[in-house]
């Protein structure tokens, strides 16, 4: 069985543009949550879909959006980049909304952003 | 809402010392609480999780983890570390199907 795949896996951007990720979940998964790592912040959520719906959003400005596909294959998108947007974006994909009750999370490796 | 602590954001052992990572929790009902890994250059990975049922958990790699209601600690316990458990970890707890995580211990062992 395939993994959570996120691609590209590495990007390079400059201020002001925009960048858009993907997440592939794993088959048969239709929730995918987003999150963001930073070695400052760690990791915060960014927001979670479930069968198309935004389930979940964290403190993020409107800047991260998202939106999941009939397929369960999602993307996140970050328009006018800042510097502090630079962070590995990570995408984890479960049966059940949140993991459900098990709480299991399978995560991809990450897109790792830089802005410049 | 439900928060997890991680004591200790750096944590160094030698090679076949104990481990011992540190997690509280607080939640407004009965946690469901997990310990995930991290692996450089990779996403996350589950370790072990606590359900409700027996308090001591068992996990991957010979790692295991206490429920302590009373303390409301959830610690990450390996007897003997190896270099391969150098990583990241992350404590995590689950309310309502809303998970929130620790900001996570780096740990380094040395040879």
């Known amino acids: 069985k395939a993994g959570v795949t996120q691609t590209p896996r590495y990007l390079i951007k400059t201020r002001g543009q925009q960048v858009t990720l993907s997440c592939s979940p794993i088959?048969?998964?239709?929730?995918v949550s987003w999150y963001q790592q930073t070695p400052g912040q760690g990791l915060q959520f960014l927001f979670e879909?479930?069968?198309?719906?935004?389930?979940n959003k964290g403190n993020f400005p409107g800047r991260f959006s998202g939106r999941q596909f009939s397929n369960s294959r999602s993307e996140m998108n970050v328009s006018t980049l800042e510097l502090g947007d630079s962070a590995l974006y990570l995408c984890a994909s479960s049966l059940r909304a949140s993991g459900g009750a098990t709480g299991e999370l399978f995560f991809g490796e990450g897109s790792r952003l830089t802005v410049l | 809402a439900q928060s997890v602590t991680q004591l200790g954001s750096h944590v160094s052992v030698s090679e076949g010392a104990l481990v011992l990572l540190r997690c509280n929790y607080s939640?407004?009902?009965?946690?469901?609480l997990f310990w995930y890994v991290q692996y450089p250059n990779q996403g996350l990975q589950l370790l072990l999780k606590?359900?409700?049922?027996?308090?001591l958990v068992k996990g991957i790699n010979g790692f295991e983890a206490e429920f302590k209601k009373s303390e409301t600690s959830f610690h990450l316990t390996k007897p003997s570390a190896h270099m391969s458990d150098a990583a990241e970890y992350f404590c995590a707890v689950s309310e309502y199907n809303d998970m929130r995580f620790g900001a996570g211990t780096r740990l380094t062992v040395k040879p």
């Open positions: 088959s048969g998964h239709r929730s």
């Open positions: 939640s407004s009902v009965p946690p469901y």
């Open positions: 879909y479930f069968s198309e719906t935004q389930r």
């Open positions: 606590y359900t409700s049922a027996a308090t």
